[in-house]
C-alpha cells in the first residue's frame, strides 16, 4: 500500500531553534500534502494544504511565517517551524494524496517537537 | 461548512464482544466521503474504512463495518469480537468530493478513546 514518510519522528531543541520536517510519499506522487498539528488527547488540526509547485495555503489562525511550508516536488513536503518557542510543542502530522480522484489520504507517523 | 461530531469522547467493550462507534455530520454537499481511521498510542494514523456517499451498501472490512444512514447523516463503525489491538483513538472524518486544494481536506471529528477489556 501507500507509504508516506515523515522524518524525524521526535525533535528535542532549544528555544529560538528551527526545525525542519520532513514529509516523503515513497510510492506515490503526491500534488497535494496537508500538514496537521495535534495537541495532547485532542482531534487533528489542519495548519495547511500545499500544492506541488505552488504556495501552500494556511488556515486561519496559522502563521505563515512561523510554519513555512515547502512542496518543492511531487514527493516532498516540508514544514519548517522558524524560531521555535514551547508553545510550539506539539504532534505534527502530514498526510498526501495522490492524483486519482477518491484516492484517500495517507499519513505520516509524525514528529513529536518539544521546544525547551 | 462541514462539521463532524463524534458525541462518545470514551467507550469500553469486553475482548470478544462488539461495540459501535457513533458519528454524525453535517453537510449541504450531495457527495462525499466518509472515513473511520485509528490511532493506536503509537499515533500514526490508520485508515480503518471508507464509504462513498454515493453508494447505498455499507462498507465492511474484515471485523469493521459501518451503518451508513444518508438521509440521518449518520455513520457508526461496529467492531465485532474486539480484540486487545483495537484498543485505540477512533476519528470519524468527512471529505469532499471536490478535488481542488484544501476542499480535499478531512474534516474530522473529536474522537472516541475505545478500552478493550481482557
Known amino acids: 500500500g501507500a507509504v508516506v514518510s515523515q522524518h524525524p519522528s521526535r525533535v528535542i531543541c532549544k528555544s529560538g531553534t528551527s526545525v525542519k520536517i520532513e514529509c516523503r510519499s515513497l510510492?506515490?506522487?503526491?500534488?497535494?500534502m496537508f500538514w496537521y498539528r495535534q495537541f495532547p488527547k485532542k482531534s487533528l488540526m489542519l495548519m495547511a494544504t500545499?500544492?506541488?509547485?505552488?504556495?501552500?495555503?494556511?488556515e486561519q489562525g496559522v502563521e505563515k511565517d512561523k510554519f513555512l511550508i515547502n512542496h518543492a516536488s511531487l514527493t516532498l513536503s516540508t514544514l519548517t517551524v522558524t524560531s521555535a518557542h514551547p508553545e510550539d510543542s506539539s504532534f505534527y502530522i502530514c498526510?498526501?494524496?495522490?492524483?486519482?480522484?477518491?484516492?484517500?489520504?495517507?499519513f505520516g507517523d509524525g514528529t513529536r517537537l518539544s521546544i525547551l | 461548512a462541514q462539521t463532524v461530531t463524534q458525541s462518545q469522547p470514551e467507550m469500553s467493550v469486553q475482548e470478544a464482544e462488539t461495540v459501535t462507534l457513533s458519528c454524525t455530520y453535517d453537510?449541504?454537499?450531495?457527495?462525499?466521503?466518509l472515513f473511520w481511521y485509528k490511532q493506536p498510542p503509537s499515533r500514526q494514523m490508520i485508515l480503518v474504512i471508507r464509504?462513498?456517499?454515493?453508494?447505498?451498501q455499507n462498507a465492511t472490512e474484515n471485523r469493521f463495518s459501518v451503518n451508513f444512514q444518508k438521509a440521518a447523516k449518520s455513520f457508526s463503525l461496529k467492531i465485532s469480537d474486539s480484540q486487545l489491538g483495537d484498543a485505540a483513538m477512533y476519528f470519524c472524518a468527512y471529505r469532499s468530493w471536490s478535488y481542488g486544494g484544501s476542499q480535499g481536506n478531512l474534516i474530522f471529528g473529536k474522537g472516541t478513546k475505545l478500552s478493550v477489556k481482557p
Open positions: 453537510t449541504s454537499e450531495s457527495d462525499y466521503y
Open positions: 498526510s498526501a494524496r495522490g492524483t486519482l480522484l477518491g484516492q484517500p489520504q495517507h
Open positions: 510510492d506515490f506522487q503526491a500534488t497535494t
Open positions: 464509504q462513498e456517499a454515493y453508494k447505498q
Open positions: 500545499s500544492n506541488e509547485g505552488s504556495k501552500a495555503t494556511y
